[in-house]
Structure formats: structure tokens, C-alpha cells
């Protein structure tokens, strides 16, 4: 995998679609490139939105310490310095910004090799909340099913 492009995608809906999303429709995933230097090469407009950031103060310039904040960086430097070290993983999160709630997410990282070298890594932040909610109806459905029998 290669990356390419450095701009943000516009594909997360006007102002009134994301307002109307709230605690409806999954918050639109988020995907970034961050390189070996984990300076960010790319970030997507949802992206750009959960952390209140512009493209042109982030894309090129940013760390992502910086972007994300020490605690949410802590929390997943492991990752990080283990997608730079060429494996890739797939961890559940719960992610909280400012005046957006959490969210429940499955975040994929995911190592970019060029000629056998780790050049940066990609990640793939996707809500699951809907999902796990949907999990847990049924699973209380189920157990007052039992009961019942």
C-alpha cells in the first residue's frame, strides 16, 4: 500500500447532516496517513472535524501527539511506534472530544512499506457504537427469553 494526495476529503455531509446524524446514523469514518516521522501526510474531513482542526494547520505540519493530545496519544503509542515497526493492528477504543460525546471505535492501524521499509501507517477510525448497541438488544432480548422459558 502507497499512499498519495495530501488534501482532505470532503465527504462527511453539510453542517444540518452531521447535526441530524447525532445519535442516529455511525459518525463517519475517520482516516489519516501519518508518516515516519508521524507528521501527518493526509487526514479526511471527518478527521479534520472530531478534533476542531483545519487541513492547512494539520496536513505537512502536525505531529500527531499534537493532533490527537498526550492522553489519547499515550494511550496508543504502542500502536503507533508498532505500525511503524511494520505490524499492523485492529483495537477498540472509545474516543471523547470537546462538545462531541464519545464515541465507541474500532481502530485499525495499518503499516505502509515501500521496498520492504515502513514509511508511515495509515489509520482507519470507524464508530461502531450502533453496532455494539444493536449487540447488546439482543443480547438482553435473549436473556429475557430465557427467563420466560
Given at each position: 500500500m502507497s499512499h498519495s494526495g495530501n488534501s482532505?476529503?470532503?465527504d462527511s455531509g453539510s453542517e444540518p447532516d452531521r447535526k441530524k446524524r447525532k445519535g442516529q446514523?455511525?459518525?463517519?469514518?475517520m482516516l489519516a496517513y501519518w508518516?515516519?516521522?508521524q507528521v501527518c501526510r493526509f487526514i479526511n474531513k471527518a478527521g479534520l472535524d472530531w478534533f476542531n482542526k483545519k487541513a492547512d494547520a494539520v496536513i505537512g505540519k502536525m505531529h500527531i501527539l499534537e493532533y490527537i493530545?498526550?492522553?489519547l496519544?499515550?494511550?496508543n503509542l504502542f500502536y503507533i511506534e508498532s505500525a511503524l515497526a511494520g505490524q499492523p493492528h485492529v483495537v477498540e477504543r472509545s474516543l471523547k472530544a470537546e462538545g462531541k460525546g464519545e464515541i465507541s471505535a474500532m481502530v485499525t492501524f495499518i503499516p505502509d512499506f515501500r521496498n520492504e521499509e515502513t514509511v508511515g501507517f495509515y489509520v482507519h477510525v470507524?464508530?461502531?457504537?450502533?453496532l455494539k448497541r444493536k449487540t447488546e438488544k439482543k443480547l438482553a432480548?435473549?436473556?429475557e427469553l430465557l427467563k420466560a422459558i
Open positions: 482532505a476529503a470532503d446514523a455511525p459518525y463517519p469514518p508518516d515516519k516521522n493530545g498526550p492522553e496519544y499515550s494511550e470507524a464508530d461502531v457504537g450502533q432480548d435473549e436473556k
